[in-house]
């Protein structure tokens, strides 16, 4: 009885089937008859069908895609971060702005 709930726990199996009226062995092919193989290439076939599924509607359906997710509030990329409350870079074109205008008000001034 141990080793067939050692069994059960292994494969992740409810102890439950376990059937006391069996023998152990009738009980070993009962479980062993519940146990799912992993077959990874069936698996990976099984993915690919629904990632192919997945990109079709998305690109049949780009606008609902996109606002379910507006929706949801995900459409926010996390590399936004918080606002820069930097001071601005320098512009050459402010800069030449800025002194243009300067040398302006100066000639103005000397001129009166």
Known sequence: MYQLKKFCRKHGLDTHLIDRSLT??????????????????SHMAEFRAQREEYDHFVREHFLVYYLDHQRRGETTSAEVGEQDNSPPQF???RFVTMRNQHRARACKKHKD
């Not at 152990?24 to 290439?41: C, G, I, R, W």
């Open 24 to 41: 152990y062995f009738e009980n070993k092919a009962m479980l062993k008859s519940q146990v799912h193989t992993f077959d990874p290439e």
């Open 91 to 93: 512009s050459l074109r």
